[in-house]
């Protein structure tokens, strides 16, 4: 079995950050199939592998850019739409992380675990690499008409998040309650 040194998991468990700004320049996609083939070890029960990684390239980004921008049009006016639209053409990489829907309420809920648990490992994976991850659910992303313009079947598919990677531009500082506020004890 490979070695490691659990002190240094921990400090890449407690490093890693939601990035917000990235540097400009794509990382590109080599890493992120490494690190995808690598969340897929993730807990899944009865091994369904409810994940669907979509690695978003330049002209769907753009696509979902606009897409974005006309949502924040109809909501909040030009001006917003404008600064969306910016704001995603300047996040130098995507992926979407779906998870297979289940009739089952159990599985469903299963399944939806074992792709955050994915994601986890995916993002784990990269930080060490000196590559960010930020997780997103913004309301544009939660629609029908989002997973109809990306050609996934609504019905099929939930979505787990849409994502941006990167370099870090900087590193958001976070913190945490006290874990005994967080810890019950029962005899
Ligand atoms: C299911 C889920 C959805 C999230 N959606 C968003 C989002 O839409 N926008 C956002 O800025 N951050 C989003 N985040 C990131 C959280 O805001 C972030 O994890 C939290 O602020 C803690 O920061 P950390 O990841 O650096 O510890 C999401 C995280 C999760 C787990």
Avoid at 8 to 13: G, K, R
Avoid at 88 to 114: K, Q, W
Wanted: charged share 30%.
């Amino acid at each position: 079995m490979q070695e490691f040194e659990p002190a240094d998991l921990a400090d890449v468990l407690r490093g890693r950050r939601s990035v917000n700004f990235f540097e400009p320049e794509p990382v590109g996609t080599e890493i992120l199939l490494e690190a995808i083939e690598i969340a897929r070890w993730a807990p899944n029960h009865r091994l369904t592998e409810p994940w669907r990684f979509y690695v978003i390239g330049d002209e769907t980004a753009e696509t979902i850019a606009r897409f974005a921008a006309d949502f924040e049009l109809e909501a909040k006016g030009e001006r917003a739409a404008q600064l969306r639209y910016d704001r995603l053409r300047a996040i130098p990489g995507n992926f979407i992380l779906t998870s297979r829907r289940s009739d089952d309420e159990i599985v469903d809920l299963e399944n939806y675990a074992a792709c955050c648990c994915a994601v986890q490992n995916l993002m784990l994976y990269l930080w060490p690499h000196g590559i960010g991850v930020k997780w997103t659910t913004g309301a544009f992303t939660q629609t029908r008409a989002f997973f109809e313009l990306l050609g996934i079947d609504p019905d099929a598919e939930r979505l787990v998040g849409f994502f941006w990677y990167g370099i870090p531009k900087a590193v958001p500082t976070q913190k945490r309650r006290d874990v005994s506020e967080i810890v019950i004890e029962k005899p």
